[in-house]
């Protein structure tokens, strides 16, 4: 049975707040974690209106006291928008205050526009190419193989990274350091067959891995009636739209028929965002899943609900399990 993992961004429903979000964040964590979920992951982004995950870190510390067992990480944490030291510390105090539950997902893109990113980073002269050498520097902050300067908390921890990515970079990054894979086919699955395929070939084995293992991004919209379930994927599919005009939103109400108004190109776009999907009943979800683990050999999918009701969210991610899992709430 492939295993099942919760990405969350903390949405931010129209008419919302970001307080309400990271609250609804922390009971979908209890939630997945008395559904038997393997893992709950907060995504960093930036100047996003409709997202409330941009301090990770901070945001992940609510979610561990409002939970005991279910591992809880980034996924991920943009390196590049950070000294590797910043992210040893802070994910060294999230395993020192939650031991053995905190996994330290690693992407390199910015999570935001370039406007944005040059308000973190102050430049953008770095070599995004440097990101390895970062990811390096940050592990030897936890095995205290930096010299004098030492990440505490963090030096001595067990914490597992991933590396995240939507091109053949983070599979040959992951493959050559003998890390976990993590590709984000929820969004761009275009390059994700062959990213599998460029991981398991390439793979050298770890101290921390001993066989390639991959998770896929993959989203669900599950309810009682196949309408229904339709109708709550319109909201990531509005605010998919609006992102790519350049104008973010909040996650904006379910609109019934969204995309049939929509230029044939801007559908085509949907087709593909959406083609790692399960959007339907329980059943349907089911065999959406078995046919995408049979096709890609996943280890484990990471899915994505983005719902504007809190209330239908949870509820997707109960008939998913009970579908997938054999758990019900």
Same mark, same amino acid.
């Given at each position: 049975?492939?295993?099942?993992?919760?990405?969350?961004?903390?949405?931010?429903?129209?008419?919302?707040?970001?307080?309400?979000?990271?609250?609804?964040?922390?009971?979908?964590? @209890?939630?997945?974690?008395?559904?038997?979920?393997?893992?709950?992951?907060?995504?960093?982004?930036?100047?996003?209106?409709?997202?409330?995950?941009?301090?990770?870190?901070?945001?992940?510390?609510?979610?561990?006291?409002?939970?005991?067992?279910?591992?809880?990480?980034?996924?991920?944490?943009?390196?590049?928008?950070?000294?590797?030291?910043?992210?040893?510390?802070?994910?060294?105090?999230?395993?020192?205050?939650?031991?053995?539950?905190?996994?330290?997902?690693?992407?390199?893109?910015?999570?935001?526009?370039?406007? @944005?990113?040059?308000?973190?980073?102050?430049?953008?002269?770095?070599?995004?190419?440097?990101?390895?050498?970062?990811?390096?520097?940050?592990?030897?902050?936890?095995?205290?193989?930096?010299?004098?300067?030492?990440?505490?908390?963090?030096?001595?921890?067990?914490?597992?990274?991933?590396?995240?990515?939507?091109?053949?970079?983070?599979?040959?990054?992951?493959?050559?350091?003998?890390?976990?894979?993590?590709? @984000?086919?929820?969004? @761009?699955?275009?390059?994700?067959?062959?990213?599998?395929?460029?991981?398991?070939?390439?793979?050298?084995?770890?101290?921390?891995?001993?066989?390639?293992?991959?998770?896929?991004?993959?989203?669900?919209?599950?309810?009682?009636?196949?309408?229904?379930?339709?109708?709550?994927?319109?909201?990531?599919?509005?605010?998919?739209?609006?992102?790519?005009?350049?104008?973010p939103v909040q996650l904006p109400p379910p609109q019934a028929g969204f995309a049939d108004g929509l230029p044939m190109q801007a559908r085509a776009i949907l087709d593909s965002v959406l083609s790692c999907s399960a959007i339907g009943t329980p059943e349907m979800a089911r065999d959406a899943v078995d046919a995408f683990v049979q096709r890609t050999g996943a280890d484990e999918l990471i899915v994505t609900s983005q719902i504007f009701d809190p209330a239908k969210r949870l509820r997707s991610y109960e008939l998913l399990a009970g579908a997938v899992l054999g758990r019900a709430d």
């Open positions: 049975m492939v295993k099942l993992s919760v990405l969350d961004l903390a949405p931010i429903p129209q008419g919302s707040n970001a307080g309400e979000a990271l609250r609804s964040a922390a009971d979908l964590a @209890a939630t997945a974690e008395r559904l038997g979920f393997t893992r709950y992951w907060m995504a960093e982004h930036h100047s996003m209106p409709g997202i409330a995950s941009a301090a990770t870190a901070v945001a992940l510390a609510y979610v561990g006291s409002r939970t005991a067992t279910i591992r809880i990480g980034s996924g991920g944490v943009m390196l590049p928008n950070h000294a590797p030291l910043v992210i040893a510390e802070q994910f060294g105090t999230l395993e020192s205050l939650f031991p053995g539950r905190i996994d330290l997902g690693l992407g390199r893109a910015p999570g935001t526009d370039q406007a @944005a990113a040059y308000a973190m980073r102050r430049s953008m002269t770095t070599d995004e190419n440097q990101f390895p050498n970062d990811v390096v520097e940050l592990m030897r902050y936890f095995t205290g193989e930096n010299g004098r300067v030492r990440a505490i908390p963090g030096e001595g921890l067990d914490i597992p990274i991933y590396i995240l990515g939507s091109s053949l970079f983070g599979a040959q990054l992951a493959a050559a350091l003998g890390l976990p894979y993590a590709f @984000a086919s929820h969004f @761009a699955p275009q390059m994700m067959m062959q990213a599998i395929d460029v991981y398991r070939q390439r793979f050298q084995p770890s101290k921390q891995l001993a066989e390639p293992y991959v998770m896929l991004g993959f989203n669900a919209f599950v309810a009682d009636s196949a309408e229904e379930a339709e109708l709550l994927s319109t909201s990531i599919q509005q605010a998919f739209v609006a992102l790519r005009t350049g104008q």
